[in-house]
């Protein structure tokens, strides 16, 4: 079945120190990507997907490219701050006749000044 | 409204008691999901609908889970006879069709469910 593996966290950096979060993944056909962001008291937002094999997905400075060679999507951001702060999950939706997404557990992600 | 609802945020409930979730989509999504947020664990896939048919059933961890949906819109997630195990945040997301894989669900703010 399908699977998702993130970096276990938490995370803690620095304002402006460079930020990767592992994931890799399992599929079944050609999944779309996703990268979920989860702010402390608020919903699940999507901060960017990608949707076929080199695509290159960006929002709010963070970025993660689509590597079907070795079944990947790491996210990053060059400089992160404060208000990154958040808890971030990868997620993947398998081909035709998948309807759910599979989610990694989440990496939570702490910034300090 | 602009995005996905869900009604009540927490929910305190006793052991064996029935609980009903609600969920009210963005207009005009076809396609709605409910999903279970464990504490420390990512999210558990429970149903989709497509209208107001569930084509995909599969994540229900047992027949004490049920949900429906009213056209394409309100969906309530019941669960019969809490148990301690059950609590958690049940997310509710909607998506434009659902019919293809590129789509982006868009998530409601959850309700917390703690079962004592």
New interface residues.
């Given amino acids: 079945g399908d699977s998702?593996t993130q970096m276990e966290g938490p995370v803690t950096l620095s304002e402006e120190a460079f930020l990767t979060i592992n994931c890799t993944y399992t599929a079944t056909g050609y999944?779309?990507l996703?990268w979920?962001v989860q702010y402390p008291g608020?919903?699940?937002?999507?901060l960017l997907?990608a949707?076929k094999a080199d695509d290159k997905g960006s929002n709010k400075g963070f970025e993660a490219t689509y590597r079907k060679e070795t079944t990947s999507f790491h996210l990053e951001k060059g400089s992160v701050q404060v208000s990154d702060s958040a808890v971030y999950?990868c997620?993947l939706?398998?081909?035709?006749g998948?309807?759910?997404?599979?989610?990694?557990?989440?990496t939570k992600l702490s910034v300090i000044p | 409204g602009a995005g996905v609802s869900q009604s009540p945020s927490n929910k305190v409930t006793e052991k064996g008691k029935d609980v009903e979730l609600r969920c009210d989509p963005i207009s005009g999504h076809t396609a709605l999901y409910w999903y279970r947020q464990r504490l420390g664990q990512g999210l558990e896939f429970l149903i989709y609908f497509q209208g107001n048919s569930a084509p995909d059933k599969s994540g229900l961890p047992s027949d004490r889970f049920s949900a429906e949906r009213t056209g394409e819109s309100v969906s309530t997630l019941t669960i019969q006879r809490t148990q301690q195990e059950d609590s958690a945040v049940y997310l509710c997301a909607s998506s434009s069709s659902g019919a293809t894989y590129t789509d982006t669900q868009y998530f409601g703010p959850g309700t917390r469910l703690t079962v004592l």
Avoid: C, N
């Fill in positions: 998702v999944p779309s996703f979920y608020e919903g699940l937002q999507l997907k949707t999950f997620a939706r398998s081909g035709a998948s309807y759910q997404l599979t989610f990694g557990k989440g």
